[in-house]
């Protein structure tokens, strides 16, 4: 007979030293389910730069990214530290998804009109049962209690301010946007720095950031395919487009390669510092990745001739994010392994790619990226002597 399992079981901090610590499905189902938030960001930002909106897209990109951003970092380290899997914290974790899929919903009002009442409901919802998982940790967890008090009172406060910012006017609220924003990033730093740290697994951590880079590619990759679907249903198939989807395939496995060369659950282990760092940077790796996605698929629209951008302006949408990308990445791979060599191959790399952007016809400027960024990570396998394949 298998094992019985608790309908509740106490919610203890896990061991750091866990073995064979691995995400669990209802992980996968909370991440599947943020990328529908992904996924309608980067719509909207693909419309924006379609129509030439680019300050309105991408102000609106960055801040309703943020918010799914964020709100997935919270559960993500959580549940590294507490997750029981019993009844209780599966039936909050549901709440969360919830709230999320009604953020997803707010989004494109929030890039269109600049109403953000229903992302914010959907995100008082996700914080609302985040705060009861920290006080359900901070009464079962003697060890871990100041750490799990701090979080869910720093998330209430923040949360209320999120609430009062609906009702703040004009550019008051992009004002108070930023202000609560940052408060939002100073809360895990008031909580882990004072006092006994929550039990995080640092190579569960490294696997979850890596499986979210992992599911945001895939959307990237799903977003440049629906837009040369539509352009070859429209329009037929050409080389054109040939080069776009071949060079784009190419451009993104660069990407992947670029960010999993090398692990930083070492780093992660020692020190609290460069953890903050590499984790805080990930706002820009997932983010860009995404909005490569949406570059693409202006890249797509232009060659089509359904928009107004030119052609350098729809080959920048792609290259901004990937350089943005790559910078970050090599920043990381330098915080978490010291004798990373990063160099000036980042200033050649963006200088290359925003000339080819600006000088090259839209499929060759794209292909001129591919070519570049692979050339990028041949340089690190070559360099980095301990890489092995």
Known sequence: MGMVRSWRRPMVGRDRDETHRASTPLELLFDLCFVVAVASAAAELHHALAASHLGAGLFGFATSFFAIWWAWVNFTWFASAYDTDDVPYRLLTLLQIAGVLVMAAGIPEAFEHRDFTVPTIGYVIMRVAMVIQWLRAAREHT??????????????VVQLCWVVRLFLPGVWGWIGFGLFAVLELLVPVWAEYRGNRTSWHPNHIAERYGLFTLIVLGECVLSATTAIQTAIS???LSAALLVIAGSGLVLLFGLWWAYFKRDAAPRLRNSLKSTMVWAYSHYAVFGSVAAVGAGLGVVVDTEAGKTELPTYGAALAVAVPVVVYMVVVGLQHKIMNRDEPVALRYIVLGAVLILAAVLLPLPAAVAAMAV???????YGVV???RFTL
């Not at 570049?372 to 041949?378: G, K, P, Q, W």
């Open 234 to 236: 429209e329009s037929g």
């Open 372 to 378: 570049v960024s692979s050339l990028l990570v041949v």
């Open 383 to 385: 360099v980095t002597s």
């Open 143 to 156: 060890a871990g209690r100041p750490a799990a008090l701090r979080y869910a009172l720093g998330i209430s």
